[in-house]
């Protein structure tokens, strides 16, 4: 079985300082991770992604995250929030053996980041 | 850049009766799959399907439900008797192919479809 754990439901920053999402996974096998983003309205979107490779991952806007086995934790991390950063944010997690009909993702509850001026 | 659409983006409908919602996948991917997200809970998984047929389906997915995929393009999900308790915002999401017959990691997900049952 699988599952994430993210902190905090809401993340409160002001514009141009650290971000910082929390997330702890508990997985069987050598997990997959990811993060995903939901803006108002609109569908989820892949930030960043775990795959076994490098255990700091880069990506999109400014975003990333580092897997910690130690510590069981893929927290998200941005140097310096922007405005257009307010929205969902959701660690997601997906096992380490991998069938060959497809991949269940398993959500975290999700942090709601909210940006202020 | 290709992204997976869906269709109605709000569906009104009352208790028993029938919905079917609509998924246009990334066009060369080949793994399909249902979420739903209730209302301030988490995203949950519903089913997954390949090569024309449910690969992996949750406790959720009960008799009530079904996927298909009619067409080249198309995939769908069919509620046949809503209940109040399936409203909720249903994702979409298609993965590629990876590597030795399995599927790519990521998953790219459509913008919802917010069922309301009344």
């Known amino acids: 079985a699988q599952s994430v754990t993210q902190l905090d439901s809401h993340v409160s920053v002001s514009e141009g300082t650290p971000v910082l999402l929390r997330c702890n996974y508990s997985?069987?096998?050598?997990?997959?991770l990811f993060w995903y983003v939901q803006h108002p309205n609109k569908g989820l979107q892949l930030l960043l992604k775990y795959t076994s490779a490098a255990t700091l991952v880069k990506g999109i806007n400014g975003f990333e995250a580092e897997f910690k086995k130690s510590e069981t934790s893929f927290h998200l991390t941005k140097p310096s929030a922007h405005m257009s950063d307010a929205a969902e944010y959701f660690c997601v997690v997906t096992g380490g053996v991998l069938t060959g009909g497809g991949n269940k993702l398993t959500f975290g509850t999700g942090t709601q980041l909210k940006v202020e001026l | 850049e290709p992204e997976v659409t869906q269709t109605p983006s709000h569906q009104v409908t009352q208790m028993g009766q029938e919905v079917i919602l609509r998924c246009v996948p990334i066009s060369n991917h080949l793994y399909f799959y249902w979420y739903r997200q209730i209302l301030g809970q988490k995203v949950e998984f519903l089913v997954s399907f390949y090569n024309n047929e449910i690969s992996e389906k949750s406790e959720i997915f009960d008799d009530q439900f079904s996927v298909e995929r009619p067409d080249g393009s198309n995939f769908t999900l069919k509620i046949r008797s809503t209940k109040l308790e399936d409203s909720a915002m249903y994702f979409c999401?298609?993965?590629?192919?990876?590597?030795?017959?399995?599927?790519?990691?990521?998953?790219?997900f459509g913008p919802g479809t917010r069922l309301t049952v009344t």
């Open positions: 999401a298609s993965s590629a192919a990876g590597t030795g017959g399995r599927p790519a990691y990521e998953q790219y």
């Open positions: 997985s069987s096998y050598s997990p997959s």
